[in-house]
């Protein structure tokens, strides 16, 4: 693999990327507005819920940070965890995806965030686990992307993450994981409406992390989509289906290229989820009953 000293970034398609980075798929634009979340508001004094409450709320982000109000207020407990997970996975898929490119300083920031703005919101749930190794982790990812280690270094450390983020979401059912991903797709909506503010990439950051969600959950959702449980592989196929048509709302990942400025879609994905998730849901519940 190439040694990243040279710090001339490359353009990358974001849609082409290959390896562990799946494509996105151009399709026709979604435009259904933001379906609110059905769950009721849960304790104020939740950790994971403060954390994700307190980033500068609906279409604001202060410089380098995150815009992730609208999508993370009200959440059940668990699917703020589960999405904080894929909060985690999502910088770092996106940073990922930047040091292969080349552009090597817009990762490591990417890297460095997990740390610095989710694993305390999901450190108490982790050690519940027995993961919380994962913080020094995390951290030995951010030092090689500091360290500007050679990518296949770097990609390794990112396995070691994802294996530990993968145990974690293995604790709950797979309702529980979908609706952890349909709350991340709104989180990417957010960082999304951030990102395009004044109808141009205005913060290519936040762009860049919409997109890391995204492929986070579709990495999820194909894997959801091979499983032998028929309801889980329809639902799993049902969501690839939504990520596919939020390929409209990008170009690179330097934000350059022809695609709609456009929130709505990946609000609009979101909602589509979250009907398509309501058979699994209901599934579960039936065998609940079933076994008492």
């Known amino acids: 693999m190439t040694n990243h000293t040279d710090k001339t970034p490359r353009h990358v398609v974001a849609r082409r990327l290959t390896g562990g980075l799946a494509a996105l798929v151009t399709a026709g634009a979604m435009t259904t507005g933001h379906a609110q979340d059905a769950n009721e508001p849960q304790a104020a004094d939740d950790p994971i819920l403060l954390a994700?409450?307190?980033?500068?709320?609906?279409g604001e982000a202060s410089a380098?940070?995150?815009?992730?109000?609208?999508?993370a207020a009200g959440l059940e407990p668990d699917t703020a965890f589960l999405s904080g997970l894929g909060f985690m996975e999502g910088h770092i898929r996106a940073g990922l995806a930047l040091y292969e490119a080349g552009d090597v300083e817009a990762a490591k920031t990417h890297m460095g965030h997990p740390i610095e703005e989710k694993y305390d919101a999901v450190a108490d749930r982790l050690a519940e686990l027995g993961l919380d190794g994962m913080k020094s982790d995390l951290e030995a990812l951010a030092a090689a992307a500091e360290a500007e280690e050679d990518f296949s270094k770097v990609s390794s450390l990112f396995d070691?993450?994802?294996?530990g983020i993968e145990q974690a979401?293995?604790?709950?059912?797979?309702?529980?994981?979908?609706?952890?991903l349909i709350a991340l797709t709104r989180v990417a909506g957010d960082?999304?409406?951030?990102?395009?503010?004044?109808?141009?990439?205005?913060?290519?950051?936040?762009?860049?992390d919409s997109w890391g969600f995204?492929?986070?959950?579709?990495?999820?959702a194909r894997q959801m989509a091979e499983s032998d449980d028929a309801a889980v592989a329809e639902v799993g196929a049902a969501i690839?289906?939504?990520i596919e048509a939020t390929g409209a709302a990008f170009g690179d990942l330097q934000g350059q290229g022809g695609f709609e400025m456009e929130p709505g879609i990946l609000y609009g994905a979101a909602a589509r989820m979250e009907l398509a998730a309501t058979a699994l849901a209901d599934g579960e519940s039936d065998a609940e009953g079933e076994g008492q």
Request: glycine share 16%; charged share 25%; hydrophobic share 25%.
């Open 214 to 220: 995204l492929r986070t959950i579709e990495h999820e």
């Open 191 to 208: 960082e999304y409406k951030v990102a395009v503010a004044g109808g141009e990439v205005s913060n290519l950051h936040e762009y860049q």
């Open 160 to 163: 070691t993450v994802h294996s």
């Open 169 to 180: 979401r293995a604790d709950y059912t797979p309702a529980q994981q979908v609706d952890g």
């Open 240 to 242: 690839i289906e939504q």
């Open 52 to 58: 994700q409450a307190s980033g500068e709320g609906e």
């Open 64 to 71: 380098g940070g995150e815009g992730e109000g609208e999508g």
